[in-house]
């Protein structure tokens, strides 16, 4: 009971800093209407390279790894043995944990380097995605065993906070390159399709999985049936042949 009440604490205050983070304020109203009408950013080469790192670095974690460890896990059940179950949840948690090293540099990056006044959407955002992408790793690691009382809530918990920081990570990623086409003038266009039909194969194979489990189940359905169905209509003859000899 009471590791329940702290769960749900644990969730309201989440909530309450989301919302904190993405409700501005009076002055940060004002702040973020100064920055739209800033003068464009001023491209250096160094400054160049730092931002179009800081956009693979976040793109490769939350919009391309955390979303195939997700596929990964699901793809387990549909696999039969338990060594290729052990080894999808090990390709599982290392791309995981490859993921939050290169979020932790794209963060390291950009506070060391860029503007963090956090007055506009895109930085708030990335400010709770990186709270929030390192507790994901340890509420993995303090999954408990099958069978004990809080698996289920611990799965519901994993599995929500998982597709959340994908979800609002890509989206994150969108308003990156938005805001970088509208501060720099330079056209990311190209970046958003490429990005969009990555989102859509993903989603697609997210969605298959899905499909493929039901087909699966129906035609193990169908087989079971028809065997059941052969056995009834020609029973094992297991008595002996009588001959009758003239």
Request: with cysteine.
């Amino acid at each position: 009971m009471l590791l329940f009440k702290r769960k749900r604490l644990l969730l309201a205050s989440a909530y309450f800093v989301i919302l904190l983070l993405l409700t501005p304020t009076q002055g940060d109203s004002n702040s973020e209407q100064s920055y739209k009408i800033a003068q464009p950013l001023e491209l250096t080469p160094k400054l160049s390279l730092q931002l179009k790192l800081h956009a693979f670095l976040l793109w490769s974690s939350v919009g391309f790894l955390m979303p195939i460890g997700v596929l990964l896990i699901r793809a387990s059940s549909n696999v039969k043995t338990a060594k290729s179950v052990k080894l999808l949840f090990y390709f599982h948690v290392g791309s995981q944990i490859v993921a939050v090293v290169l979020a932790t540099a794209g963060a390291v990056l950009s506070i060391s380097n860029f503007e963090n006044a956090f007055n506009n959407t895109h930085q708030r955002i990335g400010l709770a995605l990186y709270g929030f992408i390192w507790l994901q790793p340890l509420i993995g690691f303090l999954r408990p065993d099958r069978g004990m009382r809080f698996r289920s809530a611990w799965y519901l918990t994993h599995w929500l906070l998982g597709i959340g920081i994908c979800v609002v990570g890509v989206a994150n990623v969108y308003i990156g390159l938005h805001t970088y086409q509208e501060r720099t003038g330079r056209s990311a266009r190209l970046w958003t399709v490429l990005l969009t039909v990555e989102v859509a194969a993903m989603a697609f194979v997210y969605l298959f999985q899905d499909r493929w489990n039901h087909v699966v189940r129906q035609e193990e359905a169908a087989l079971g049936d028809e065997r059941s169905e052969g056995s009834t209509m020609y029973p094992a003859n297991d008595h002996k042949e009588v001959i009758v000899v003239p």
